[in-house]
């Protein structure tokens, strides 16, 4: 099938290359790619859709290998392939029950006990669905096996009919989530009203467009202040600055050295994020962290918009140094600025000087009051909870 | 009064306590009702009873082999606290005795002048702001007993024309002499063509004889004036005098003054000591008055964060070649002076230690070339100008907490002069405590900080420096030099970005560094092992007032469990006391944040100078909370920041009398 590998060639590239940006724009990209793919599919059962769109999946995220590269990717591009996987196992599952009529109507006699092992099987991948326990886990292995057995034992006409429905089902569920993908800053911004007051001090951080959505939809009913940190290495909070004044708020431009002293006059922290990690901690840019420490200190709510599609089905494990990603120097010191420093260096077998320039910052979630995504507010502590509703277990780990 | 007295028996009690019983403080006090008139009157006992266990610690440390150090707290139970401290005094006291009852009676009336005393509580901080109010306002609210802070210049500016009223003037003859002893000889010394002792005349008379005694008061701290041996005889009379000579301070001091036996002094000088109101800059009327006289023609910024409207923000840029060209106008200015402000302005010099020791270096200029005018008494004279050139730099740049202690020791000195030196030996004795001052607070209390924070370098540390401070630059290179195996981590902070040239010379002498941006500071912070920091000034209640974005590397510091040590001279210590950021700090360059050099892409802010509803802020110091301090490294030693308040007080004196 060269048409959709090379579809995904060009789009890896694209992610290699960087011409992607935003999270938004990479999730509605992905989601858009894997539905082509689907559509071009033929033989179309639901272990075949899998195995074809983890494979993709693979080679989507292995355009930016972390490990290798030290380069934090677009983590929203697993996201969706999950997602996705997930509506393909939740289509076949639904499909199974919605075919037990039929198969009941059509070969009663002839298929009476594939029938039954159907239901049987229907129960346990409900079960798995529903409930992403230890107990469904276990269940995973025999459930998979009888699912074999049972789709040997179908008849081929059948099948067909069951495939075409599938693929139907799976190509509408994705055409869903790609709606949702594009109307997420709209959902988040609903909520606005809800948790900005008048004459309130808000403060964030870089740029997101999500923070954006949100107070422009807040500043229709309500008046008042934003404070933008400037986020130095990349220096977005200008570039958000001037877009917010633009659109008519009273903005402030502080330096990043400068979020303690302000976090005192502030009513809340709104930041976007670059990844929801399962544990309801945040991957950010970089001073989100100690922002979140001054916010916790003050007693600020530190409120983090971001839409479901950044949820990130990990744990972090060591986040700081694994979730990053290590910028050039050159953001800080100019090059040679430095160079006749080092050759008056006594010891010049030694490395005398480092720069460290990371781009991302965890922000543990004992230091984030809120989520604000685009199906509701959530704790950080109930993020597994969505993890579990929106991923299957198989997935985590493509 | 007296009734009340009788109701409250018990406060008389406790002050027993304290000074001798032979003092009967309360009848004294009645009868001193009348001159009185121009404080107001109140509860006397109980607040001096409330404040009298607070102020009982003796103080452990005197430093009397640095100058007669009159040790005005002492709370010996002598009999007769003020001939004890009088006897420490300067020598000049017991000529005054006889000469101060006339004077007094006239105290009420006219404005005060505890010279020194305003002097001190004025240029704390926000220096010459309030001091050329107008005397007729001043005087007005004299009798009334309401306050003003400008009773200095007003008292100078109010003599004047008494003093051009007269044609020939004995004033202008007696007051010359800079010491006021001579007073008493002042009449018969002056060739007087006019019979009359005009009214004029005794005024100007009891005007200089005012000045001495403040200059003998206020340094000490309202000693008393008697000589111990005539104290016994005239016991009577001299408790009259205290009383009469406290009321001129009384009116300078911030608070209503509660009266009291020997206490009197010491809350004075209590009150003395605590820091006078800053110029809030939303107050127009202020304002107003401040640009009417002020040199550097500042134009206001246009776009002001709400937050900060009482502090200035000017456009930066335009005054320097404004000030370039008014250079020949103001002809007072010393050329010393000048070249210092401008050098702030341009922020040629910046850092605390700089800041303070290119400002004393600059007065000490101007000592050196100093002429006592015609008419005028070098302590007075000399005080106004400096007074003068402060607000001159504080046009240019808010003073430094340290320097506005270091202007307080100069005019405390200046005020302390024994007024029988003559005009060469006074103005050398300044200069030898100006360099004193830097010698001993400043260079070798660097040394002393070196000494102890490197003791606590060790090998194998991280350790994480914040911008660029001179001591803990010093900490570093001599924990270098000693051999010890460490790294340092060098963050820093737009827009000034000073730890690219502490990281210069780190590396330059072979220190092993790492530099990162401050928004990197959790990211690093776990391999760090220490925290070294310095400071503009540490508050009384232990809060540090630094460079912006200390509190936040002290802030993750603390999160992450790493200590942080505070490096500070202790004449940067200030018993003032603030909870956040916001209420005192200053706002430097606001385009210096859309700037930033060095990258080409980053050029959002270009063309929004002119946009109606963004702000730039472009703060320079916050306020570091003290429970993120393990640890302040001072030339006392290494304290907490608890114990801030207690060297802010023992050793206040000292800072004074050096």
Known sequence: MPGPQLLVDEFVSQLRKRKVEGSQATAQLTAELLRTVISQLRAAEAPILIETVRKFGRELIAANPFVETFVLPELSVGNIVRRVLRIIREEDASGVTDGLPSDGDNQETADYADGQVSSADVLATRRLLRSPSLHGLLDRVSNAHTDDMGGKRKAPADKNAKAWMLKHNVMEAINELVEEISGCHQQIAEQALELIHHNEVILTFGKSKSVMEFLCAAKKKRS????????????????????????????????????????????????????VMANGGIIGPVGLNML????????????????????????????????????????????????????????????????VNPAFDYVPPQLINLFITDIGGHNPSFMYRLIADYYSADDFIL | MDARRGSLPVPRVRQ????????????TRSQSGPPDSSSPPLSDSPASNSLSPVMIPPPRHHSDNLAAAPRPTSPLPVPEPSPFRRRGADNNNALLVGSYNPAETLLAMSPSSSHVGDGESEETMSGGWFRRSNSGKLASSLPSGTFDFSPVQSTAEALKPNKVQNPVGISEVSARPAPKEQQPEAPSSSKQPKPKLTKAERRALQESQRAAKAAAKAPGGGKSVAAPEEVATIKSVKQHQTQKKDAPQVAVSVAASERKGGDKSQEKERRKDAPAPRMQFDDKSRVEKAKRRSVVDQTEAKKRVELFRHL??????????????????????????????????????????????????AFQQVVKDYSTPPEKTLPRDLTAKISSYVSFFTQCRPLSMSMGNAIRFLKNRIAKLSPSLSESESKSSICTDIDRFINEKIVLADRVIVQHASSKVKDGDVLLVYGSSCVVEMVLLHSHELGKQFRVIVVDSRPKLEGKALLRRLVAKGVHCTYTHINAVSYVMHEVTKVFLGASSVLSNGTVYSRVGTACV????????????????????????????????????????????????????????????????????????????????????MIPPTSVPVIVREYRRDHLLI
């Open chain 1, 224 to 275: 008042f202040r934003v404070y933008v940190a400037e986020g130095a290495p990349k220096y977005q909070g200008h570039c958000f600055a001037k877009d917010l004044s633009a659109e008519g708020f009273r903005t402030t431009l502080i330096t990043d050295s400068a979020v303690f002293a302000m976090i005192s006059r502030v009513n809340m922290v709104v930041v976007g994020a670059h990844t």
């Open chain 1, 292 to 355: 979140a420490l001054a916010a916790k200190q003050h007693g600020v709510p530190f409120v983090v918009v971001a839409a479901t599609h950044k949820l990130c089905p990990l744990y972090p494990e060591n986040p700081v140094v694994r979730l990053n990603e290590l910028k050039s120097p050159s953001d800080l010191l100019q090059f040679g600025e430095f160079s006749e420093c080092m050759e008056l260096a006594p010891d010049s077998s030694a490395c005398v000087l480092n720069v």
């Open chain 2, 16 to 27: 027993v306590g304290f000074f001798t019983p032979n003092a009967q403080p309360a009848p």
């Open chain 2, 312 to 361: 200035p923000q000017y456009e930066h840029g335009t005054q320097l070649a404004d000030l370039e060209s008014k250079f020949l106008q103001l002809d007072p200015m010393h050329p010393a002076i000048y070249k210092v402000g401008l050098q702030y302005l341009a922020g040629d010099i910046s850092g605390g230690n700089a800041r303070c020791i290119a400002m004393l270096q």
């Open chain 2, 554 to 637: 002290a802030m993750v510091a603390h999160a992450f469990r790493v200590p942080v040590i505070i490096c500070c001279e202790a004449y940067k210590f200030h018993e003032r006391v603030q909870l956040d950021s916001i209420c005192s700090n200053e706002l430097g360059d606001p385009d210096a944040i859309g700037k930033v050099p060095g990258r080409m892409d980053v050029n959002y802010l270009n063309d929004v100078s002119n946009s109606g509803n963004l702000q730039l802020l472009n703060l320079m110091y916050d306020a570091t909370p003290a429970d993120y301090v393990s640890m302040i490294v001072t030339d006392y030693g």
